[in-house]
């Protein structure tokens, strides 16, 4: 009843900034028939056709498109029902905001995104479930009843959950994509989840908007498939990415770019200092981990858990994986390294036969 509700009325706001997620949204589940809604937003604005996340969790990729902060600086490792919260030190797009003089709203859809790992820092308001999920429509609806009465600047979060497993898109999501199963499933979830979205990216017409995902899914392409939380693959760490707005230039961007460049380039909208060179800016490397270590589904990680995370480098034509519980691998300062010889890579000064040697795998 709210998802007719809302395609019945759609009303104009005053602009704001909008940022959008999707969450559990694939790079290549972005098209014109599965999500009509994102495509048209996207034929008036700009899609990045290699935009990346950190991490396949939703809680520390979210912290890290807020801060524009990578899991290993802003400290989050898992969602937030493993104890991980985000610092107060650390600024976030709202906090920035709303110090410009923004008045500032998040609505979520899943507990992930929620207050328990500091998503809610910075909002004057937020509005999401206590506990596991609620419908998509929900939190449009009440996101698009805030956004109508605002008379001034407002910055505006909206997170829907539908994409998420368990898949169950009901009986039309389902005779709209057709098929049967998981991929049927998943992609009824996906088709449902912009039709939601269709009467607030409509309203927010003139807003500025940032339409993305916090990760992927694996399908069937690993030998755990159907989830994302054990996987660094491209399938997990590739997410879509849509920016419409006053002064967006249209058209098709193929550079890299990731979730951490997101906040700069909001920041800039609102006149604040961005911090960072923001999505104009191309990435030759792009690095990611996955959010845990399942030894039944990638051989030799260790230990199991959050501790034991695969870490990648994805270069302009290669892919290095880092494993720790592989022999030869796990070396505790990756993270100041790996990016380097990334680099290396992208400029041709590594041989092959060379990252094979450092333990890599492709």
């Known amino acids: 009843m709210v998802l007719a509700a809302l395609i019945g009325c759609v009303t104009s706001v005053e602009p704001g900034i909008l940022l959008v997620t999707v969450d559990t949204w694939r790079a290549d589940h972005f098209d014109a028939k599965l999500t009509p809604n994102a495509w048209r937003l996207g034929e008036r ?23 524009g902060l990578t899991p290993a600086e802003h400290g989050l490792r898992a969602n937030n029902h493993h104890g991980y919260s985000l610092d107060a030190r650390f600024t976030t797009l709202a906090e920035a905001l709303g110090g ?59 997170h829907v959950y539908e994409p998420h497993g368990p898949y169950a898109p009901g009986a039309e999501a389902l005779a709209a994509v057709g098929g049967s199963g998981d991929p049927a499933g998943y992609d009824g979830e996906v088709w449902l989840a912009d039709r939601v979205l269709g009467p607030l990216l409509e309203a927010a017409d003139g807003s500025h908007i940032v339409l993305t995902s916090d990760h992927g899914e694996v399908h069937d392409e690993e030998r755990c498939g159907w989830q994302h939380e054990r996987s660094a693959s491209e399938q997990v760490l590739r997410v879509p990415l849509v920016v419409a707005g006053p002064g967006v230039e249209r058209g098709v961007d193929r550079d890299r770019v990731g979730l951490t460049d997101v906040a700069a380039t909001v920041r800039g909208w609102a006149g604040l200092p961005p911090g960072g060179p923001g999505l104009e800016a191309a990435r030759p490397v792009w690095v990611g ?60 000064r590594v041989e092959v036969e060379a990252v094979r040697g450092l333990g890599y795998v492709d």
């Not at 206590?130 to 001034?152: Q, S």
């Not at 494993?323 to 030869?328: F, H, K, M, V």
């Open 45 to 67: 604005g700009r899609v990045y056709t290699d935009a990346w996340t950190p991490i396949g969790l939703t809680t520390p990729a979210h912290a890290s498109l807020m801060t």
């Open 100 to 158: 410009a003089g923004y008045e500032t709203a998040a609505f979520v859809s899943a507990w992930p995104a929620g207050p328990a790992g500091g998503m809610d820092q910075g909002f004057q308001s937020f509005s999401g479930p206590p506990a596991g999920e609620r419908a998509g429509a929900v939190a449009v609806d009440e996101a698009l009843a805030w956004m109508r009465a605002r008379k001034g600047p407002w910055f505006a979060w909206v």
């Open 289 to 348: 981990e996955s959010g845990v270590c399942d030894p039944g589904c990638s051989d030799g990680c260790a230990p199991a858990g959050v501790l034991g995370k695969d870490r990648v480098v994805y270069g302009p034509s290669t892919r290095w994986l880092e494993r720790p519980g592989t022999a030869g691998m796990g070396d505790p300062e990756l993270a100041v390294w790996l990016p380097e010889r990334a680099v290396q890579e992208a400029t041709g």
